[in-house]
């Protein structure tokens, strides 16, 4: 087996690096403020693991990976004085995660996503144009 056809097989082995996800989630919020309120919705998640970055839907924002490996892609992940948040993706069983609480001292919010993602095709994340 020549070098070329063996590189051509590891590559069409090796998991794709640009895709889209489908998730379909719950979202959960509670306030110190207002009613616990439930809302359900769809999201494309863009993700390219070569560069490392990823956007919602519509690509207004291209945001940095935080992590990456064989089963689980994290999003975003903070946690200081005014807020926790963390978003993950098992890239096992499509499960994704989301957690948001902040605390503004007067009041709090907190919102727990889970749902559940499928792969689509990728669409292309733009490039910084400057």
Known sequence: ???????????????????DLICENT?????????????????RVRLDLDRMVFCFDDCE?????????????????????EAVQETSISRVSGEYVGRLSVDMGSYTVQMDTQ????PSAYT??????F
């Open 27 to 43: 979202t959960r919020t509670q306030s110190s403020v207002m009613a616990p309120e439930t809302e359900t919705g769809t999201v």
């Open 1 to 19: 087996m020549t070098l070329s056809a063996i590189l051509a097989v590891v590559l069409a082995i090796q998991s794709p690096q640009q895709f």
């Open 115 to 118: 749902g559940q993602c499928r």
């Open 61 to 81: 924002n291209v945001l940095a990976i935080v992590a990456a490996n064989s089963s689980e892609i994290i999003l975003n992940s903070k946690n200081d004085a």
């Open 124 to 129: 292309p994340i733009p490039e910084a144009r």
